[in-house]
Structures are given as C-alpha cells and as structure tokens.
C-alpha cells in the first residue's frame, strides 16, 4: 500500500506564503511525476502544477512566477511553495503521484487527502 500525506495548509492574508509538503510513504521503488491539483468551491480540479522525475516542471499560467513546485526523492516528498497569494488561490490543494511500488513493475496513480488553503483578509 502507498499513502500519500499532505500538510502545510491554512488561512493566510493575500500577499502571504504558504509551503505545501506532500509525503509519500509505503514500499516504494520509485516516483514518476508528482504534481499538485486544486478544487476551489463550485469548481472543477485542476492541475497546478506537476514535476517530472528529471526535474522538468509545468505551471498553469496563473501561478507561474508565484508558485514553485519541488522534489525530494530521497524522502518521497513534494513540496509547493506559494508566493504572492491571491483570495482566486483559496482551494483544498491535492498531492498526485505515479508510484511504483516493490515488486509491482508498473506506476499507479494516488492521491493525497486533500489541505485547505484559503487566502482572506
């Protein structure tokens, strides 16, 4: 089994920051692209943001220059730092991972439960 943990969410002022950290654990052998998605109220999930293996990164263009996506393969974990936020942030934000697994020689998608970010004054 693989889980993926999130943390870091909260009630922030616009302008403020915020770092996401997902974490994934359970026997893994490797990670393919780990992204972040996000559903604000109403809305559709979307993807944010995602990271490939050798580092290649994608951003939506209403994030690009305030949010940066980040790895740590030796600890399975995901970060996403948050700059400049806006109250068009607010959204529960959601890890997503292609994990293979011990023994498992293919990738399967996961998810993370899901963190609260909103941005109000």
């Known amino acids: 089994q693989v889980q993926l943990v999130e943390s870091g969410g909260g009630l922030v002022q616009p302008g403020g920051s915020l770092r996401l950290s997902c974490a994934a654990s359970g026997t893994i052998a490797s990670i393919n692209v780990m992204g972040w998605y996000r559903q604000a109220p109403g809305k559709q999930r979307e993807l944010v943001t995602s990271i490939t293996r050798g580092g290649s990164t994608n951003y939506i263009e209403s994030v690009k220059g305030r949010f940066t996506i980040s790895r740590d393969d030796a600890k399975n974990t995901v970060y996403l730092q948050m700059n400049s936020l806006k109250p068009e942030d607010t959204a529960v934000y959601y890890c997503?991972?292609?994990?293979?697994?011990?023994?498992?020689?293919?990738?399967?998608?996961?998810w993370g439960q899901g963190t609260l970010v909103t941005v109000s004054s």
């Open positions: 997503n991972a292609d994990v293979m697994l011990v023994g498992v020689y293919r990738y399967r998608e996961v």
